[in-house]
């Protein structure tokens, strides 16, 4: 569990966070039942985008960019909303929620991968075994020997790991361009970009069939949209004011566990034993990833950017 050191406040905030980003995976299943893909990735993120631009104003959050930061921040929506809303969209249509947390939340392991190219960090031997373990624990929970033609089909476990990446891949340039004051307004105007590159891929490629607009499909995108994206980002950027970024994502494992269970308990989602092996290494991995020391931390903290 998190350090004793951390508040009651900061406790409830970090379970808000686990149980909300868990549920989404979950929300996002209910929310194919109206929409394909591409209109839900852009509607999802067209809510999202429009409630944090509320809470930043209410938070008198606006002014710390430039027009090169307001710039970059709408580019970096690209990887880090419209690709990754998209390949997660596409893959939960034929992955189950629990599996489909555990291979998106494989995120901590790339962001370990890319940090040494682009932000500089060297490594230390335990960074790379817990990358080890888990990749060995994707390995093992999509049976790759198999996949083809099986429960877990090949295609699925590229988008999956491609939505990682690109989340990784955003999050890593978001790092290096955004000092910590600047997080929640260049967070809205990542919203503002990847929104807009969503909303020009559903009208070039996805305008038809339109979403079927039911009080269900309403519930579910304020879901994702208010809770997941707006509110969620906000605390999370207020946890990392307050708190060590390593310690965090050090427990982010705690989401696709939340997942894995709400997707068992409604969805009746099991797992055979060889996936229950590599959802473990992942857990740990990204446990290990989160407590393993930079060779050379210099005593400042980077903050990751850990939306769903």
């Not at 939960?92 to 901590?108: E, N, R, S």
């Not at 891949?169 to 807009?196: I, K, M, P, Y």
């Not at 308990?265 to 055979?272: D, Q, Y």
């Amino acid at each position: 569990m998190p350090s004793p050191s951390w508040s009651w406040t900061t406790r409830l905030q970090f379970l808000f966070l686990s149980l909300v980003w868990g549920f989404n995976f979950i929300f996002l299943r209910v929310g194919l039942g109206y929409a394909s893909p591409l209109w839900l990735s852009f509607l999802r993120a067209a809510v999202g985008a429009a409630g944090t631009a509320v809470l930043v104003t209410s938070l008198r959050g606006w002014g710390r960019l430039d027009a090169k930061g307001r710039r970059d921040a709408l580019l970096l929506g690209l990887p880090n909303t419209a690709v990754f809303y998209v390949l997660l969209a596409l893959s939960i249509q034929t992955v189950l929620p629990g599996l489909a947390a555990v291979v998106i939340y494989t995120f901590p392991l790339w962001v370990a991968v890319l940090s040494p190219s682009l932000l500089g960090h060297r490594l230390t031997a335990r960074h790379w075994i817990a990358v080890g373990a888990g990749f060995l624990g994707v390995a093992l929970i999509s049976q790759v020997w198999s996949a083809v033609g099986g429960d877990f089909p090949l295609r699925a476990i590229l988008e999956l790991l491609g939505a990682a990446v690109a989340w990784a891949l955003g999050t890593v340039l978001f790092q290096r361009r955004f000092s910590r004051d600047q997080l929640r307004e260049a967070n809205a105007f990542q919203l503002f970009g990847g929104t807009a590159a969503l909303l020009a891929l559903v009208l070039v490629f996805g305008l038809t069939p339109l979403p079927s607009m039911t009080v269900d499909f309403g519930l579910t995108l304020l879901w994702l949209g208010i809770l997941g994206t707006a509110f969620a980002y906000v605390i999370w950027f207020d946890l990392l004011g307050r708190t060590r970024a390593a310690t965090l994502s050090a427990y982010v494992f705690l989401v696709p566990v939340v997942a894995l269970i709400a997707s068992a308990v409604f969805l009746g989602e099991r797992l055979s034993p060889i996936q229950i092996l590599g959802v473990g290494l992942v857990f740990v991995s990204i446990y290990g990833i989160g407590r393993a020391p930079r060779a050379n931390d210099l005593g400042a903290d980077v903050q990751p950017v850990i939306p769903d």
